[in-house]
């Protein structure tokens, strides 16, 4: 009889929780505007772009090297490794919200002695070992907006798991450009102090035939010193740089080189694609929806605390005096029932709290038109940088050859005697600083290249979120 009552009792409230409705306002994205193209494609040349890896987007660069150290820090990267962990904790606590759905049940078991009542009858030993259960009807949907809002948080978290993942790869690879600049620089360096060496034993030279003065070889000494200890000094921004980068990949700096090499001088061109592809495309971007919908089942929480709580429990078990006799229907007891439990007055908390909760979500949106805003900026920025930077570097390159022709023409008559020698110290120096400019301007290229890609979303997608 008591299984039967039981059994009729979960039926008719499970019945209730499935009629029962969900409040709260239901989700939808919030509007945000969209640009019809990008400003600043106008101006880019019609080039033949390379398409972005969907998974290892820095094989654009065409560097074995780089995609070798790209690939260690998803491995190794000890940042990496936290956010998976954050991202591994929200999953974790939509199972602790879904759990909810389901039965709390208990065993409970006891032996007490208690006094018999009567003089001189003493005591007697009182067994009992029941289970119980209870289970939330989530007839106002409190249950299902939480499991909602959590579910939401998890997305959220993986987004910005990709896009930590996303960061580091970028600055890798900012950082890997970097060293490979300072090794073209100090190439310079030591290929111009070569060229000051020979200027020197010219100057000596004329000095010793009595055609120089003093002052020539002393500035001719001066200018190949100092350009060897400029050399140098470009080690200690490429050790650094190393250092860096065996932190990005997880390795201690003292167990990481990387051998020199010269710098490819081709600046792959990017696809932008269209404006509204953001939007899936960059991790952050979708991160801050996430939170949107994330807020916006927090208001369905909230409002739910105006609405009863019911609550089934049940309970069945034995008592008596023996252990050995305990498990007989006799000694059996039994209870089930609902439970209804209704705030009747609590000083505006509630009201309080479903303001908070809409406050959260109006924050959250504009938290993610921000974030769109944002990223709209930034590719727009990279797009201009990358157009004009390319219209520097052509001008740049005229210049360098027009300054070494220069330093060519100076050095020629220096030997023939028709100008000083400060006009040849002159010359090169204006050769040296022109070809170092337009090393900065090829560093600031590549950055402007990885940033275009980082602000596009690297080959990240939307559709990579994990389902519900």
């Not at 199972?95 to 009542?117: C, K």
């Not at 609590?346 to 979500?361: H, K, P, W």
């Not at 040849?424 to 090829?442: D, G, K, M, S, Y």
């Amino acid at each position: 009889m008591a299984n039967t009552n039981l059994r009729r009792t979960l039926a008719a409230l499970a019945l209730v929780s499935l009629c029962g409705c969900t409040v709260g306002p239901d989700y939808n994205r919030p509007a945000v505007e969209t640009p019809p193209a990008f400003k600043e494609m106008d101006g880019w040349r019609a080039a033949s772009p390379r398409d972005v890896s969907s998974e290892q987007w820095w094989t654009i660069y065409e560097d074995p090297l780089l995609d070798e150290l790209e690939k260690q820090v998803e491995i190794s990267n000890q940042n990496l490794k936290a956010a998976e962990a954050a991202y591994r904790q929200s999953v974790a606590v939509v199972g602790e919200a879904r759990a909810a759905f389901y039965p709390t049940v208990d065993a409970n078991a006891s032996a007490l002695r208690a006094n018999a009542g009567s003089k001189g009858a003493g005591s007697r030993a009182v067994v009992s070992v029941s289970t119980g259960a209870s289970w939330e009807i989530d007839v106002w949907g409190k249950i299902r907006r939480s499991v909602e809002s959590e579910v939401a948080g998890a997305q959220a978290s993986a987004a910005d798991l990709a896009a930590a993942k996303l960061s580091a790869q970028s600055l890798l690879a900012v950082q890997y450009f970097q060293l490979r600049v300072d090794d073209e620089l100090e190439r310079l360096l030591n290929e111009t102090a070569d060229a000051y060496e020979v200027s020197l034993k010219i100057s000596v030279n004329r000095y010793n035939a009595g055609t120089a003065a003093r002052s020539d070889v002393a500035g001719a000494q001066t200018q190949l010193e100092s350009t060897r200890a400029q050399a140098i000094a470009v080690g200690v921004q490429r050790a650094q740089l190393e250092h860096a980068i065996a932190v990005l990949i997880g390795k201690p700096p003292s167990q990481f080189s990387i051998a020199k090499a010269p710098l490819s001088l081709d600046v792959p061109v990017v696809p932008p694609g269209l404006p509204s592809a953001l939007l899936e495309r960059r991790p952050d971007v979708a991160a801050a929806e996430r939170r949107v919908a994330s807020a916006n089942a927090q208001i369905g929480v909230a409002e739910a605390a105006y609405y009863p709580d019911i609550t089934l429990t049940a309970s069945y078990g034995f008592i008596g005096s023996a252990l050995d006799n305990l498990i007989r229907a006799q000694n059996a007891v039994w209870s089930v029932g609902p439970q209804l439990a209704e705030t009747v007055f609590d000083g505006g908390l509630r009201g309080s709290q479903v303001e908070a909760a809409r406050a959260a979500y109006d924050q959250s949106v504009a938290n993610y038109r921000q974030t769109v805003l944002t990223s709209f900026q930034q590719v727009e920025d990279e797009l201009a940088a990358l157009r004009i930077l390319e219209q520097q570097a052509e001008v740049q390159d005229r210049a360098v050859t027009a300054a070494r022709e220069t330093e060519r023409l100076t050095v020629n008559q220096y030997k023939a005697g028709t100008v000083a020698y400060t006009a040849v110290i002159v010359a090169q120096a204006q050769a040296l600083q022109n070809r170092e400019t337009a090393l900065n301007i090829l560093e600031s290229r590549f950055g402007a290249s990885i940033s275009l890609i980082q602000a596009l979303g690297g080959g990240w997608n939307a559709t990579e979120l994990p389902a519900p």
